[in-house]
């Protein structure tokens, strides 16, 4: 085995371009593949006879489009207003 992986990795530094360009194939191969065979992506997580499916069940019913992206925004206090975090007196209006 070290012997295959010695010359494994003396033909891929000897070679630096070929071993890219294997990569490349290998990549686009595999994502042909993926492409022509692999089907549809699917978003339906049922576990048949796990009794974790009781939770996945209740979260869909009060969460009926839970999972999806939440977008959330942050606003750091004023200085006039003091940052509690340094401890800054607030200002009299």
Not at 5 to 11: C, D, I, T
Not at 28 to 35: E, P, Y
Request: hydrophobic share 35%; proline share 10%; net charge positive.
């Amino acid at each position: 085995m070290t012997r295959i992986l010695y010359r494994l990795g003396n033909g891929a530094a000897a070679h630096p371009w070929r071993t890219i360009s294997a990569w490349i194939v290998v990549v686009v191969v595999t994502f042909g593949l993926a492409g022509s065979f692999g089907g549809t992506p699917r978003d339906d997580y049922d576990i048949p006879d796990a009794r974790a499916q009781v939770g996945i069940e209740q979260l869909r019913d009060h969460v009926p489009h839970g999972g999806g992206s939440v977008r959330s925004t942050t606003r750091a206090p004023s200085p006039s207003r003091g940052c509690p975090r340094t401890a800054t007196p607030r200002s009299s209006p």
